[in-house]
């Protein structure tokens, strides 16, 4: 069996793997005898930030109970494994079984290795955003105990089991509100290596390749009975200075999303439907048109008696011609997450989108029309009752 996960749990599983061959993996004979754990990750980036430092102190395996199989200690940075790129964490021996989920241990100091900026790491856990800034990641409470990945997997007798983790930075990456404060609140996604598909490609304007350009994976459900479920974005990524791209995915039909979208210009949104099957390659290539009529939607966020590390969703969405086969589809062109009382800015380009948000515990709110204007503000605050 073999399972990938999100680029938060990659980074974090990577560690796992690394730690496991350092310790031995906690493996023994036992008379069911014992199977080989390889461990490697990747990453769903994030555009806007440089580096996203997570510290694991420790992980565990869970089987007749939680066991300590890796105590890494190392401060790693999340967004340096994109565009399908896997770095092999390790490799361990355990006992053959089924083990029921993974925990990974925070830790509150970081190792003595140097940032991308070739700076000590003032933080444990924290981001640099593409200002060069170092903001600090604060790990709610809830996770203290450890970031538990709930997902099963065999080791069995004499076999490899491959696990990658997927860490998703666009989720797990949350703005609290008026405290100023940073949230790392991991999401990660558990992909079957067996059988998933690669979707790779170059965006370019014309013949110039464009680095930087937000590519995600989307699903289109026009059936969904929540309007927040009509749209979800798989995983992500960003173009490289060739402006190629690379993406694991389920076997599936996806809406693959591409834009680059900055005040001052925009590329896309484009869109292509993929039918990705199973162990199979593709590409997709898009060719963008730029755009300097870009616009701001901008609000506040409200959660009535909400927790204080509640956050919720917000997914900016417009009809696509993907030549899929059944058109017009919905694309989220751009989301957002932040907690109550957090200000918000998206930038777009000027054009109609649906407003979508989401939260724990409350009811959808959708605005639809929203008019973005070249060089306006739009306000929109989002209540949630």
């Known amino acids: 069996m073999k399972i990938r996960l999100s680029s938060t749990t990659m ?11 350092g310790c031995g993996g906690g493996g023994g004979g036992g008379s069911q005898g014992t199977g080989t754990l390889a461990l490697s990750m990747a990453d769903a980036t994030l555009p806007g930030f440089e580096a996203i430092y997570v510290t694991v102190d420790e992980v565990q395996v869970q089987r007749s109970g939680w066991a300590t199989v890796a105590n890494p200690d190392k401060t790693v940075n999340l ?4 565009n399908g790129v896997r770095s092999e964490l390790g490799v361990a021996e355990l006992p053959a079984g089924h083990y029921t989920q993974m925990r990974l241990i925070l830790g509150d100091q970081p190792d003595d290795g140097l940032n991308v900026l070739s700076e000590p790491h003032p933080y444990a856990n924290y981001f640099i955003d593409d200002s060069g800034q170092a903001v600090e990641l604060v790990v709610p409470s ?5 970031i538990k990945i709930v997902q099963g997997f065999d080791i069995n007798r004499n076999e490899t089991t491959e ?6 930075a666009r989720e797990s990456v949350v703005q609290a509100g008026s405290s100023g404060l940073w949230l790392i609140k991991p999401t990660v996604k558990v992909l079957d290596t067996e059988t998933w598909a690669v979707v790779r490609g170059v965006v ?9 350009v937000l590519v995600s994976a989307q699903v289109y459900d026009p059936l969904s009975a929540d309007q927040r479920d009509e749209v979800t974005v798989e995983t992500a990524t960003v173009t490289d200075e060739n402006g190629e791209y690379a993406l694991f995915l389920e076997p599936g039909a996806y809406n693959l999303v591409a834009a680059r979208i900055e005040a001052a210009q925009a590329y896309g949104p484009g869109c292509a439907a993929v039918e990705a099957g199973s162990d199979t390659a593709q590409t ?5 048109t730029p755009t300097d009529q870009v616009g701001q939607v901008a609000g506040e966020i409200t959660i009535v008696n909400g927790s204080a590390e509640q956050h919720a969703v917000l997914s900016f969405r417009q009809d696509a011609d993907c030549a899929a086969p059944t058109d017009p589809q919905v694309i989220e062109v751009a989301g957002i997450q932040a907690s109550d009382g957090a200000t918000y800015s ?3 380009p000027a054009a109609s989108y649906d407003a979508v948000g989401w939260t724990a515990g409350k009811g959808t709110l959708v605005d639809e029309d929203i008019m973005v204007e070249d060089e306006a503000e739009t306000v ?6």
């Not at 967004?79 to 994109?82: D, G, R, W």
């Open 11 to 21: 980074i974090l599983f990577a560690l796992l793997v690394s730690l496991l061959a």
């Open 79 to 82: 967004l340096e494994l994109v």
């Open 142 to 146: 809830g996770m203290q105990t450890g």
């Open 163 to 168: 696990l990658v983790l997927d860490f998703n």
């Open 204 to 212: 370019r304007d014309g013949a110039d390749p464009l680095q930087g």
């Open 284 to 288: 997709r290539d898009f060719d963008l």
């Open 346 to 348: 998206v930038d777009l």
């Open 380 to 385: 929109l605050d989002f209540q949630f009752d």
